[in-house]
């Protein structure tokens, strides 16, 4: 399996920016589709963004369409997730997930992810 280990939380105001990096090592990084996942305190773990293996096609939970975008850089071995307008409902620890030979529209669940990172911790201040 690949390992994972995300990276760029922090505390930010609403209505401000964070980018979330996620390092891969172990296996061929351009086989997995890779997601972010995010499980705010006493809630369970939804579903945020998707990008498939070679970075043609990307998904969003409605919640956050139009102010997040992932990318990744397979020369990296690295997924991103640029967040914008950040709401005080954000706050969530954000995990980074893969799934190998997945399709895009497969990250939407959390169901056959291969691998998690252990999360960073988003904490958005009204």
């Known amino acids: 399996q690949v390992q994972l280990v995300e990276s760029g939380g922090g505390l930010v105001q609403a209505g401000g920016s964070l980018r979330l990096s996620c390092a891969a090592s172990g296996r061929t990084f351009s086989n997995y589709a890779m997601g972010w996942f995010r499980q705010a305190p006493g809630k369970e773990r939804e579903f945020v963004a998707a990008v498939s293996r070679s970075s043609g096609n990307t998904y969003y939970a409605d919640s956050v369409k139009g102010r997040f975008t992932i990318s990744r850089d397979n020369a990296k071995n690295t997924v991103y997730l640029q967040m914008n307008s950040l709401k005080p409902e954000d706050t969530a620890v954000y995990y980074c997930?893969?799934?190998?030979?997945?399709?895009?529209?497969?990250?939407?669940?959390?169901?056959?992810?291969?691998?998690w990172g252990k999360g960073t911790l988003v904490t958005v201040s009204s």
């Open positions: 997930a893969a799934r190998i030979w997945a399709i895009a529209t497969m990250m939407r669940s959390a169901d056959g992810v291969d691998s």
